[in-house]
């Protein structure tokens, strides 16, 4: 996968935007970025993924940079429940193949406080 | 419309012993991968896999572990003669596509060897 550089841990307080930020500097013209969560002793959460158009759904929403170097996950109104690690994968695709392998890096610790 | 389901939550083995886990992936889905998540560290793919065919094995163990899917039932993941480092959380995602990184993950598997 494309390397990704997350902060380890952020606050956010609760009824706030959490703005969570990635670096994917080495990312490729065909490469998708990704947003899970993973809820402490959970399985993760798909959040949502995209190229290069900003991208919104029910859970959140991604910005991506014109250049697509670097992202941002926006949790508009965070609640207790969002206190999760997220992690941002940028799958490595070659030849356009997808091969559904995820790498999970160390991701960041939101913790939203009331 | 359930999720992904594994069973069971948690499974105690002793050394030596065979641990069988189980994953039944969402309705519609057919694709099955398998991701372990050693104490402390981070997820880790395991194994891909689609109905009665094992697309990617590029992060299973050489020995003990083996995972099938097969035409009727859940996918399983088999790992014999446990040892105490085999302790993990063990999930199974399904995604409805072929190699898809859009995954949906279950509860998980806790497998504690003694």
């Known amino acids: 996968d494309a390397k990704t550089t997350q902060p380890p841990s952020m606050d956010c307080a609760e009824g706030r935007a959490a703005n969570l930020p990635c670096n994917h500097s080495?990312?490729?013209?065909?490469?998708?970025v990704y947003w899970y969560r993973q809820i402490h002793s959970q399985g993760p959460q798909y959040i949502i993924h995209?190229?290069?158009n900003n991208e919104t759904n029910e859970m959140a929403s991604l910005i991506i940079t014109e250049d697509r170097k670097s992202s941002t996950l926006i949790l508009p109104h965070a609640t207790l429940r969002d206190t999760a690690v997220y992690y941002c994968?940028?799958?490595?695709?070659?030849?356009?193949?997808?091969?559904?392998?995820?790498?999970f890096g160390q991701g960041t610790i939101l913790t939203v406080h009331p | 419309n359930a999720g992904v389901m594994q069973n069971p939550r948690h499974l105690v083995r002793r050394r030596g012993q065979e641990a069988r886990l189980r994953c039944s992936p969402m309705?519609?889905?057919?694709?099955v991968y398998w991701y372990r998540q050693l104490p402390e560290e981070g997820l880790k793919f395991m194994v891909y896999?689609?109905?009665?065919?094992?697309?990617?094995e590029s992060g299973m163990p050489k020995e003990r572990f083996s995972a099938e899917f097969p035409k009727e039932g859940p996918s399983i993941l088999r790992i014999q003669q446990v040892v105490r480092g085999d302790s993990a959380a063990y999930f199974c995602?399904?995604?409805?596509?072929?190699?898809?990184?859009?995954?949906?993950f279950g509860p998980g598997t806790r497998l504690t060897v003694t």
């Open positions: 994968i940028v799958p490595r695709k070659a030849g356009g193949t997808s091969y559904g392998k995820l790498t």
């Open positions: 896999l689609q109905k009665e065919n094992i697309i990617d």
């Open positions: 309705k519609g889905h057919s694709h």
């Open positions: 995209g190229l290069k």
């Open positions: 080495t990312i490729s013209g065909n490469e998708y």
């Open positions: 995602a399904s995604s409805e596509r072929t190699g898809s990184e859009e995954q949906y």
